[in-house]
Every structure is written in C-alpha cells, then in structure tokens.
C-alpha cells in the first residue's frame, strides 16, 4: 500500500485514511524491538532506514548524515540493516 494514506490513531498502530483500505494492525516498530533489542544497532539501522525511505531524509536526516554522526560505513550500515530484516521477517514468519 505505498500509495495509501496513513495515520497512526495510538502508538505505532496504522491505519488506512480512506475506508476502502483494510488497516494494518501489525505493530512492526514494536515488534523490532522485542526481535532485536531496544536499543541494538541491528535495529537503529533498520528504524533510520525506513524513516529515511518514507520521508526521503526530510525528517531525522539521511542514511548518509547517519553514518557520519556513528562513523560507520555505508557498507557497516547496510549489513546491519540486512541483518536486521532477515531477523524480523524470520520472527514474523516464525509466529504465525
């Protein structure tokens, strides 16, 4: 639902804006958490990265001025976002 319309009524929970949209329920910023730690790299990796996507580095700044501020590489960046990922869809699929 890239072109879809969202708002989030509580917490992390989404919401479609227009009602011929089903919700998505899913809470996976929370989930992240539970998966890879609060506060893990793994997981501030994936959370700047999505942010950076949804808001074209308009809000929080872009992966490359994240990667200066931590001095990581952007190849460092990338694995633990990868990382990260695998390990969230691995959990999700796992709990089902």
Do not use: Y
Request: glycine share 8%; aromatic share 8%.
């Amino acid at each position: 639902m890239p072109f879809t319309p969202i708002f989030a009524p509580r917490g992390n929970t989404l919401q479609a804006a227009s009602g011929d949209v089903p919700d998505a329920t899913f809470d996976i910023v929370a989930f992240s958490g539970t998966v890879l730690g609060d506060k893990s790299d793994d997981r501030q990796a994936v959370l700047v990265w999505a942010r950076s996507m949804a808001t074209q580095g308009g809000v929080g700044g872009s992966i490359a001025e994240f990667c200066r501020r931590t001095r990581w590489s952007r190849a460092t960046f990338d694995r633990h976002r990868i990382k990260a990922c695998e390990k969230i869809a691995a959990a999700k699929n796992a709990a089902v």
